[in-house]
């Protein structure tokens, strides 16, 4: 009984420390809507790329990041400085170095045209290894989960040793990503000093 009391308060206070991070807004990004433009070269389906923006959008809102996407499915037409663009990619190109189990690749930080890349078939393999057989697949999720994560890398964050800017991600961060509840962490997010 007294155990159970333990571990339940443990649970409420561990649940609050996430929700306080969700209150807090990201260092240095403006309060004026950011603009991700979505560039898919893969294919992915209108379902999957709709609920893959809409679960990224959730996730930045909890960080006080408000957004507006636009799709530009051909990938051409004019840059803007203002704009952050994320290009998802069938596979990995050889050319562009990344870890093995990395599903996507942030470039150009520093320039006026930030992009990141979300690489469709380790995604896909991230979900396959991770799900039950004939599962029905959680591909928007966990696009929605990569493209916030890049998008993060964009805005200046490194990696953290938990939530969402999580170098590698495992079952845990599946299963997190799949319930909704994989965000920017507390510990990540003093690690790179959101808060303190």
């Known amino acids: 009984m007294v155990g159970g009391i333990i571990v339940g308060a443990l ?4 649940v609050s420390k996430v929700s306080e991070l969700s209150a807090q807004p990201l260092a240095n990004v403006s309060t004026s809507p950011m603009t ?3 560039c898919d070269r893969a294919g992915v389906s209108g379902k999957d790329r709709i609920e893959a923006r809409e679960i990224a959008d959730r996730i930045l809102k909890r960080a006080q990041i408000q957004t507006t996407w636009l799709d530009n499915r051909d990938c051409v037409g004019p840059q803007v400085e203002s704009y ?7 596979p990995r190109p050889k050319d562009m170095p990344s870890s093995t189990f990395a599903m996507g690749r942030s470039t150009l930080i520093g320039s006026p045209y930030p992009r990141a890349y979300v690489f469709l078939d380790r995604v896909r393999r991230f979900d396959g290894l991770n799900r039950a057989m004939n599962a029905r697949s959680n591909l928007g999720a966990l696009l929605g989960h990569a493209f916030t994560h890049e998008l993060g890398h964009l805005l200046g964050l490194s990696h953290a040793p938990a939530g ?3 170098a590698e991600w495992g079952r845990a961060e599946w299963k997190a990503a799949v319930s909704g509840t994989l965000l920017f962490s507390l510990a990540g997010a003093k690690s790179v000093g959101l808060v303190h």
């Open 11 to 14: 649970l409420v206070l561990w």
């Open 36 to 38: 991700v433009l979505v």
């Open 84 to 90: 952050l663009t994320i290009v998802i990619l069938p």
């Open 164 to 166: 969402i800017m999580r």
